[in-house]
């Protein structure tokens, strides 16, 4: 049941990228055939932070149009507080993510989110997450060009 509401909370992310009155390519993709695409550990719209990996699934988070993206964060990972100018949606595929609201991150205001979880992350609002000891896998999707900028600069992984 829980790989069922992943993967349906996974069609309504691409489904609602994808709506927009934009001429789109058909696109199936299968967990493996993403796991063969070529991933990153930085690019518009994603933390930074060594270890995680990027990729884009759909789209293209630097130019404008709606875009879809796989995080796959190791185990004991944190992101400090920061924000995004566009508005995104996201879907807990593998995993536990810790996530929460606000410009400090802090394990209290945080909220575990097993796989099959869906959350916002609202343009401008500042949000954190973290892994405890498994990995995570999140797909977000938004519309580009995306960002991120973290509520305290000294935060961003460039600034370490």
Not at 12 to 35: G, H, I, K, N
Request: aromatic share 8%; with cysteine; hydrophobic share 40%.
């Amino acid at each position: 049941m829980k790989t069922y509401i992943a993967a349906a909370s996974l069609g309504l992310l691409f489904a609602a990228a994808y709506a927009a009155p934009l001429s789109s390519p058909q696109l199936r993709v299968t967990p493996d055939e993403v796991d063969t695409m070529q991933s990153h550990h930085a690019g518009a719209g994603t933390s930074g932070i060594a270890g995680i990996r990027t990729t884009v699934v759909a789209g293209d988070p630097a130019k404008p149009g709606p875009y879809t993206i796989r995080l796959s964060v190791p185990a004991n990972s944190r992101i400090q507080a920061h924000t995004h100018r566009d508005n995104r949606t996201c879907v807990v595929i593998a995993g536990t993510w810790y996530f929460g609201y606000g410009p400090v991150a802090g394990a209290a205001a945080e909220k575990a989110l097993r796989a099959g979880s869906f959350y916002t992350e609202p343009a401008g609002v500042a949000h954190f997450a973290e892994t405890r000891a498994e990995p995570v896998v999140v797909y977000i999707t938004g519309s580009g060009p995306t960002d991120t900028v973290y509520v305290k600069a000294s935060d961003a992984p460039a600034a370490k």
